[in-house]
């Protein structure tokens, strides 16, 4: 992502952006270097930027460096927090959820960059297995599909296919040398809304998929919270189990079981309408006007799905 975050640090883009990465680029022209740490620890350093953005290069807890950020620099339009190819993006996001510190942010998008010349070698090389870049595509709000430039549009079409087959709530932006309008990413408030997807299961190899839910009831909010506890708490121990008896420390074997990743929808109660919105284990549920929702939905997305279960449970149907 090296690309897309120089770009948001050098454009005279009028937003001002802090960007927490794990490291600098080469040749990324900056202004004033500072540090922060613990002790004789330093974890993460600052950087200046000449358009009025902030850059720190993380060392170690990257909602930590978030935290001193907020102390250190008072208000930014948006914070970008860049992570690994190998790390989870639902970690984080749940953060927001339950960091006290982070009171002052919301959590706007989780945005995942694939590159188009080499992810249908990572789907062909899974082995049955779900990959990290399986995971972060499921946890995606905006899918950036980057080096179109070395692929054929047949190619392009076939990655298109099998992320929605993953996640078909995503957007999906083609790209070239990482090149995005920012509008595109930014703003988008993906946690404060609940659109359904524009398509609505798709089936492929990969264990995971999408499966859209819809109903005609108005539903108690009780049994709303219940049925989703069941399937994120009381289902997960199953899986839980078997995924802690697997060798391979970034990838899970495919045992069968089923295991939510993000969850959102929109559904009415006898009180009015209320928006779901959930990241693995953890849920929220707030009250919202009911104009313009075309019908009742509850997404998941997530490693196994069960349609049977998942209807049995919330007592909804497959739309």
């Not at 080469?26 to 930027?49: C, H, R, S, T």
């Not at 993006?89 to 959590?107: A, H, K, M, R």
Request: glycine fraction near 8%; charged fraction near 25%.
């Amino acid at each position: 992502g090296i690309n897309a975050e120089y770009g948001i640090l050098k454009e005279q883009h009028g937003k001002r952006i802090a960007v927490i990465v794990n490291e600098y680029g080469e040749g990324a022209a900056v202004e004033q270097p500072g540090a922060l740490g613990v002790g004789n620890e330093k974890y993460e350093e600052w950087l200046e930027m000449t358009n009025g953005c902030l850059c720190c290069a993380v060392k170690s807890n990257a909602v930590m460096a978030l935290e001193k950020l907020m102390e250190k620099s008072g208000k930014f339009d948006y914070v970008l927090i860049e992570t690994t190819g190998l790390a989870d993006p639902g970690n984080i996001g749940q953060t927001f959820w339950v960091d006290e510190g982070l009171s002052n942010l919301y959590l706007d998008g989780i945005v995942t960059l694939c590159d188009a010349y080499n992810v249908n070698k990572t789907f062909q090389e899974a082995g049955g297995k779900v990959t990290e870049c399986e995971r972060q595509i499921a946890l995606a709000d905006v899918v950036i599909l980057n080096k179109q430039d070395l692929i054929s549009d047949t190619i392009r079409d076939d990655i298109t296919r099998k992320i929605q087959g993953i996640n078909s709530s995503c957007d999906i932006q083609y790209t070239t040398y990482s090149r995005v309008d920012l509008d595109t990413i930014l703003g988008i408030q993906a946690y404060s809304s609940a659109s359904p997807p524009s398509t609505v299961e798709h089936s492929i190899s990969s264990a995971i998929s999408t499966i859209t839910l819809t109903t005609d009831s108005v539903m108690k909010r009780g049994d709303i919270e219940s049925a989703l506890e069941t399937l994120l708490w009381e289902d997960l121990d199953s899986f839980s189990n078997s995924e802690n008896n697997t060798k391979e420390s970034h990838s899970i074997e495919d045992t069968g079981g089923m295991k939510i990743l993000r969850l959102k929808g929109k559904l009415h109660t006898p009180e009015g309408w209320i928006m779901i919105q959930g990241v693995r284990d953890m849920f929220d549920i707030t009250e919202i006007k009911g104009d313009n929702i075309p019908y009742q939905h509850l997404v998941f997305i997530g490693i196994h799905l069960d349609r049977q279960r998942l209807c049995q449970v919330t007592k909804m149907r497959v739309r």
